[in-house]
Nanobody, 118 residues
Framework: QVQLVESGGGLVQAGGSLRLSCAAS????????MGWFRQAPGKEREFVAA????????YGRDSVKGRFTISRDDAKKMVYLQMNSLKPEDTAVYYC???????????WGPGTQVTVSS
């Protein structure tokens, strides 16, 4: 069974940077498309970024393009989200997710809080 655990969240001032990490255990990590999602208070969870199983393709929502970068290290079973030029509207709980046994994200981590102060 695949398990995901995020880390690296915290409190940062606007304009600052954070790097989120997601550690995977179990399964065959290199085969999974990985993604980051976030959920702000009172809002629905939204897609942030994704990276293909090969690492050859990455995707991101328009509001984070040019600021956030997703990457993966299959040898370490890790996926990262480098977040630069953070804005207060980036404040949310960030979740790591994987497409393990379907075309949908079916495995999730517990989340890590990111708070950006103005």
């Amino acid at each position: 069974q695949v398990q995901l655990v995020e880390s690296g969240g915290g409190l940062v001032q606007a304009g600052g940077s954070l790097r989120l990490s997601c550690a995977a255990s179990g399964g065959t990590f290199s085969r999974y498309t990985m993604g980051w999602f976030r959920q702000a208070p009172g809002k629905e969870r939204e897609f942030v970024a994704a990276i293909s199983w090969s690492g050859g393709s990455t995707y991101g929502r328009d509001s984070v393009k040019g600021r956030f970068t997703i990457s993966r290290d299959d040898a370490k079973k890790m996926v990262y989200l480098q977040m630069n030029s953070l804005k207060p509207e980036d404040t949310a709980v960030y979740y790591c997710a994987a497409k393990v046994s379907s075309t949908q994200y079916d495995t999730w981590g517990p989340g890590t809080q990111v708070t950006v102060s103005s």
